[in-house]
């Protein structure tokens, strides 16, 4: 999932993915809906937060 997203956002919020520094990745199980939160970090640009429903398999 994470190269995915990773893809994803190349040429959207950022250039390439081989720019990024550092990842905080978790997982967490929970009985509600799929999804996959990323929060961003562009240091002075502050904290941007991302959020999206998935698809069930």
Do not use: T
Not at 28 to 38: K, L, P, T
């Amino acid at each position: 999932m994470i190269k995915g997203i990773k893809d994803g956002c190349n040429k959207v919020i950022w250039h390439d993915d081989s720019q990024i520094v550092e990842m905080n990745v978790r997982k967490f199980y929970s009985e509600q809906r799929r999804r996959a939160e990323v929060r961003l970090n562009g240091g002075n640009k502050g904290v941007r937060k991302l959020e999206g429903g998935l698809s069930p398999p």
